[in-house]
Structures are given as C-alpha cells and as structure tokens.
C-alpha cells in the first residue's frame, strides 16, 4: 500500500468520459489520493458533441492554491491535463511553482489528435502548452501534439518509424522534462503502443500491442492516469507503460462491439485487471 497524494488540474466534461471522470476514479482505484481542482465544467467533453457548455474555473486556480498553501498541503504528484486557455495555464504554472517543488510533475498536453487541434485551441495555445512541458518531469504527448509542439512534421499511425519516434522523443526532453513518453505509435499499422525516452540515462523503452482500428475518445486519458498511478507507486517506465498500455487497449476492446457508446470507453470494466496489474 501507498500513502501517496496527488494533485490532478483538469476539466471535468460531466458527460463523455475523459479528463476528471477518468482520472478521479482510476488512481483512486490504483489506491493514490487524487485531490482536483477542476479547471473547467463542460455539458460533455469538445469532440463530437455540439452546443456543449463551458464554464471556465480560471479565476478559482489562485484561490484553491491560496486556500491549500494557508493550510500547509503537500503534493506527491501533480498531474496537468486538458486545460482550457493560455490564461489558464499560466495559472496553473503559478499552483506549480508553489506546489511542485518535491512533487513529479507530470504533463499530458492534451490538445490534439489524429493530426488536428481539439475544438477552441490555436498556435498561441500549443505556445503556452509548450512553456507548461518545459517544468515537467513527465511528458505524455500523442504523436500529434509532439509534432505540433515542436513544430515538425506529423505523420500518421502506421507510417511512423523509430528515427521519427526517437526525435519526436528527443525534441520534447529538449523542450525541458528529463523524460518523454510518445502514445499512439505504430510502426507498421498492426501494431501499437507506446514508447519512452529518459534523457538523464539516454534509454528508450517500448510496450506495443494489436493495433484496434477504432478510434476513441478519452483513451490519452485513460492511457495518462493509469500511467501516472504506475509512476507513483514506483514502477519503472517500462512497466508503467505496459499497465497503461493494457489497460487502455482493454478498454478500447470492451467498448468494441458498441457503436452507441461512440462517445468514450468503457474503462470500468477494465478497473479490476488494472488493480490486479499493480499487484
Ligand atoms: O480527452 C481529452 C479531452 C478532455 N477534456 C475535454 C475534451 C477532450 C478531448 O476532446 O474535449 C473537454
């Protein structure tokens, strides 16, 4: 058992499965404290649904870190997720230069897939995205947001190849955090997973599987907070990557057969094979 205690920033997308509604349950499940400050409240989350509401939380970041820094909270882990804004994170650099100081600070610039930017983002928001990786220790980019925070090229599942991978990995340790993970790899369009590069040792790891041609919403989140919960119970990059990595594939699998649950994946299925992971 752990004692440990994290902080995760993100949405809450009230219907939809991803950001808070994924990560909430899954490091509790993986038995690590999870505090939140929801960032924003949306009706669902930005991909598929229209007429979503959005109430930003910005100006309630200052006042939660002020109210936690009066009294005296520590944080293992803080976790950064989809953020809304670049005024949003600037504020949430501020919670982590007051937070993060013996805290692994773990960043998923979720803002982008399969070659685009998520509804409502622009170059000026992959900017301030940039700045938030450059004080991580963790960063956890798909292939499209490692492309478009280093301003190369993206190129899609099955035509990656490892020098393309190893630079994108490169690049975004040189951005500033000590270690990179790159998801939604795919070599040859059969297989997929996802792959690690620790700039301080110079080694990079992999864990694929079956490539599933569906694609689904909220599983960068599902990969993340399974991945982070790995992390803090001390697993190595290679194991965290293979719990996540199976979880996240088990949840795509469970949700298969189902086109009306088009919207998100069924990871609570998967809640129990991924505490029997961490056994
Ligand atoms: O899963 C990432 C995510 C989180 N939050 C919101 C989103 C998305 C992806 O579309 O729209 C609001």
Redesign the pocket.
């Known amino acids: 058992m752990t004692d440990k205690r994290i902080v995760t920033l993100q949405?809450i997308?009230c219907f939809g499965k991803?950001?808070l509604t994924v990560a909430l349950p899954v490091i509790s499940a993986m038995g690590i404290s999870c505090s939140v400050i929801p960032t924003a409240v949306?009706s669902t989350?930005?991909?598929g649904f229209e007429n979503f509401t959005f109430k930003d939380l910005t100006d309630e970041i200052p006042k939660i870190s002020d109210h936690w820094h009066e009294t005296g909270l520590k944080f293992d882990g803080i976790y950064t997720?989809?953020l809304g804004s670049e005024r949003q994170i600037a504020m949430v650099l501020d919670f982590i230069a007051r937070f993060g100081k013996n805290a692994i600070k773990f960043v998923d610039p979720?803002m982008a897939d399969d070659g685009r930017l998520?509804t409502g983002f622009d170059s000026d928001f992959v900017g301030a995205m940039r700045s938030l990786c450059a004080v991580a220790d963790v960063v956890v980019p798909n292939v499209t947001e490692a492309s478009m925070l280093l301003g190369v090229e993206y190129r899609h599942r099955g035509e990656h190849d490892e020098e393309y991978i190893k630079s994108l990995l490169r690049g975004m340790c040189g951005l500033g955090a000590p270690v990179a993970v790159i998801t939604g790899v795919s070599y040859d369009g059969t297989s997929q997973g996802s792959v690690s590069y620790d700039s301080t040792t110079g080694i990079y790891e992999s864990y694929f599987r079956e490539q599933i041609p569906r694609q689904s919403?909220?599983t960068?989140?599902v990969f993340a907070s399974s991945f982070f919960g790995a992390l803090m119970l001390g697993r190595t990059l290679r194991d965290a990557m293979k719990i996540a990595v199976d979880f996240t594939i088990g949840s795509i699998k469970a949700t298969e057969g189902d086109p009306t649950h088009w919207f998100g994946v069924k990871f609570e299925q998967c809640i129990p094979g991924l505490i029997e992971s961490i056994k």
Request: with cysteine.
């Open positions: 949405d997308s991803c950001s949306l989350h930005t991909g997720g989809y979720a998520y919403h909220g960068g989140d």
